[in-house]
């Protein structure tokens, strides 16, 4: 299965933009990625996803590298309520399921 | 509130018991899966319903282990003769079309003693 790397933590002040990165250097060509993120004692939150066009929405923008080989989650000012476990995560579409296969995060810290 | 729901959301048991964990999906998903998460970790895939049907079982997902999805509602995770590896977060998500997003539950904690 193909894998997510990101950095364990990083650390933001209120209101600048923020950009996470996430390396998957063995994403095949069907694979889509999704960021979702995760606050203390609650499930994951869909954030963005995309294929290999750069994506934006309400919540994030999502650019993805020529080679997809990399790709960047991009809050545009970064709040309080941003602060939260941010997941780089390839949809592999295993017998059609498109289970999602999950890193272990970037923590966003969001500092006043 | 329409979202997905978990129950319990806490669960206490000793070794050796079985222990069995419902999920209810938003009312129109038609796919529906189980993942497993552990302190520190990402969730990690266990198994996938489409309706009623089960498509997919992580290799991981040991023998204990059994899921099921009467009438493709709601589901439920069972656990047979627990083990202490076993304590983890359990995380039920759904979703309506392929490749959209899917929409996680609250997630039922066990801890096996």
């Known amino acids: 299965d193909a894998k997510t790397t990101q950095p364990n933590s990083m650390e933001s002040n209120e209101e600048e933009p923020v950009h996470l990165p996430c390396n998957h250097s063995?994403?095949?060509?069907?694979?889509?990625i999704h960021w979702y993120r995760q606050l203390p004692s609650q499930g994951p939150e869909y954030v963005i996803h995309?294929?290999?066009s750069n994506v934006n929405n309400r919540m994030a923008s999502l650019a993805i590298a020529e080679d997809r080989k990399s790709s960047t989650l991009i809050l545009h000012r970064a709040t309080l309520r941003d602060a939260a476990v941010y997941y780089c995560?390839?949809?592999?579409?295993?017998?059609?399921?498109?289970?999602?296969?999950f890193g272990k995060g970037t923590k966003l810290s969001v500092i006043p | 509130d329409t979202g997905v729901s978990q129950n319990p959301r806490h669960k206490i048991t000793k070794r050796g018991q079985n222990v069995t964990f419902r999920c209810d999906p938003i009312?129109?998903?038609?796919?529906l899966y189980w993942y497993r998460q552990t302190l520190g970790q990402g969730p990690e895939f266990l198994t996938y319903?489409?309706?009623?049907?089960?498509?997919?079982k992580s290799r991981l997902l040991s023998d204990r282990f059994s899921a099921e999805r009467p009438k493709g509602s709601f589901s439920t995770l069972e656990i047979q003769r627990t083990e202490q590896g076993d304590s983890a977060m359990y995380l039920c998500?759904?979703?309506?079309?392929?490749?959209?997003?899917?929409?996680f539950g609250p997630g039922t904690r066990l801890t096996v003693l």
């Open positions: 319903f489409q309706n009623e049907a089960q498509l997919e």
């Open positions: 063995t994403i095949s060509g069907t694979d889509y």
């Open positions: 995309g294929l290999t």
């Open positions: 995560t390839l949809a592999y579409s295993g017998a059609g399921s498109y289970q999602l296969t």
């Open positions: 009312s129109e998903h038609n796919r």
């Open positions: 998500a759904s979703s309506l079309v392929q490749l959209n997003e899917q929409f």
